[in-house]
């Protein structure tokens, strides 16, 4: 993954030698302004430095590091939309579009650290099937993922938006696909517990595990190895009244009729391939077994790959 730093670097670099190279004779200062924005352009290789400088990946570091980006964004691409402007001419109407394109990006940006992520999006989806009992038509499921907790700007007031966002749909059934956290369990606190805890449905909330939930990005693992930063989060998650599914089904009954959703949970073997587009000879282990191949069935599943 170290070519996408490098491509982050690079490309800014060789945008802004080019553009300066253009308009050699519009800048006084030219080389103190192409050292300014060359300093912007480095800030990856900061955060890079500072990932390697610290002992583990704590919730300061990862902040520190998602802020650094976003100044790299601030800092690049609004100059990259002036210079793609500047570069179809050298006339009064470029001079002009080129600082209000700059300004729009930065704009877009702001809005969408400020205010577009913690906006929330509900899609309406209708399955039909002829396999499901006429006793579960109309089961109202809602499905929610990567939460990722450690990351959230302000972590109570978008998870209260969150559960009440889930609650005012009515739910019959509550599924999470995993990545509950970002790098460790602690970040699950009695506050997000109590928040999430308030999730409500008929037939609860399932939840199964992801790749940022077993531990993989926790660098300091004699501290807080990967088996016990997974189960403290499970057993937290069960505290607060879901039902983790590590590879298992259960059976969610109306009268007569029953219907099976099965939970697989993240293998922690695939962090070199959850990217893969396919996964040749995945073993579900225990996750079908004895379910009846005929029963309508719901798969909660963090990689799309497993289908």
Same mark, same amino acid.
């Given at each position: 993954?170290?070519?996408?730093?490098?491509?982050?670097?690079?490309?800014?670099?060789?945008?802004?030698?080019?553009?300066?190279?253009?308009?050699?004779?519009?800048?006084?200062?030219? +080389?103190?302004?192409?050292?300014?924005?060359?300093?912007?352009?480095?800030?990856?290789?900061?955060?890079?430095?500072?990932?390697?400088?610290?002992?583990? +990946?704590?919730?300061?570091?990862? #902040?520190?590091?998602?802020?650094?980006?976003?100044?790299?964004?601030?800092?690049?691409?609004?100059?990259?939309?002036? *210079?793609?402007?500047?570069?179809?001419?050298?006339?009064?109407?470029?001079?002009? /579009?080129?600082?209000?394109?700059?300004?729009?990006?930065?704009? $877009? /940006?702001?809005?969408?650290?400020?205010?577009?992520?913690?906006?929330?999006?509900?899609?309406?989806? #209708?399955?039909?099937?002829?396999?499901?009992?006429?006793?579960?038509?109309?089961?109202?499921?809602?499905?929610?993922?990567?939460?990722?907790?450690? #990351?959230?700007?302000?972590?109570?007031?978008?998870?209260?938006?969150?559960?009440?966002?889930? +609650?005012?749909?009515?739910?019959? /059934? $509550?599924?999470?696909?995993?990545?509950?956290?970002?790098?460790?369990?602690?970040?699950?606190?009695?506050?997000?517990?109590?928040?999430?805890?308030?999730?409500?449905?008929?037939?609860?909330?399932?939840?199964? #595990?992801?790749? =940022?939930?077993?531990?993989? *990005?926790?660098?300091?693992?004699?501290?807080?190895?990967?088996?016990?930063?997974?189960?403290?989060?499970?057993?937290?998650?069960?505290?607060?009244?879901?039902?983790?599914?590590?590879?298992?089904? $259960?059976?969610?009954?109306?009268?007569?009729?029953?219907?099976?959703?099965?939970?697989?949970?993240?293998?922690?073997?695939?962090?070199?391939?959850? =990217?893969?587009?396919? /996964?040749?000879?995945?073993?579900?282990?225990?996750?079908?077994?004895? $379910?009846?191949?005929?029963?309508?069935?719901?798969?909660?599943? =963090?990689?799309?790959?497993?289908?």
């Amino acid at each position: 993954m170290m070519w996408m730093p490098l491509f982050l670097i690079l490309l800014p670099l060789a945008a802004d030698g080019w553009h300066f190279r253009r308009h050699r004779k519009a800048y006084r200062y030219r +080389n103190l302004l192409l050292t300014l924005v060359a300093a912007g352009d480095l800030l990856p290789l900061a955060g890079i430095v500072l990932f390697w400088l610290m002992k583990d +990946n704590t919730g300061g570091v990862v #902040t520190a590091a998602m802020w650094i980006f976003f100044a790299y964004l601030l800092l690049t691409l609004p100059r990259m939309a002036y *210079y793609i402007v500047r570069a179809f001419g050298k006339g009064r109407a470029t001079r002009i /579009l080129a600082p209000i394109a700059a300004l729009g990006m930065a704009g $877009v /940006l702001i809005h969408g650290a400020v205010s577009g992520r913690r906006t929330l999006a509900v899609h309406r989806v #209708t399955l039909r099937s002829d396999r499901l009992p006429e006793a579960f038509d109309g089961l109202r499921i809602a499905q929610f993922t990567d939460l990722h907790i450690g #990351t959230l700007v302000d972590p109570d007031r978008e998870m209260r938006a969150l559960v009440d966002s889930l +609650n005012a749909l009515r739910p019959d /059934l $509550v599924i999470f696909c995993g990545d509950l956290v970002n790098i460790r369990y602690t970040e699950l606190d009695s506050t997000a517990m109590r928040l999430l805890g308030g999730i409500r449905s008929r037939y609860g909330t399932f939840s199964i #595990t992801g790749n =940022h939930d077993t531990g993989n *990005y926790v660098r300091d693992t004699l501290s807080l190895p990967p088996a016990t930063n997974i189960a403290a989060l499970v057993e937290r998650q069960r505290a607060m009244g879901w039902r983790v599914l590590d590879n298992e089904t $259960v059976y969610l009954r109306r009268g007569d009729d029953s219907i099976s959703l099965s939970g697989i949970s993240y293998d922690r073997s695939l962090a070199r391939q959850r =990217h893969d587009r396919t /996964l040749p000879g995945y073993d579900f282990g225990t996750t079908y077994r004895d $379910v009846p191949q005929d029963l309508y069935n719901i798969t909660a599943a =963090h990689i799309p790959q497993l289908w």
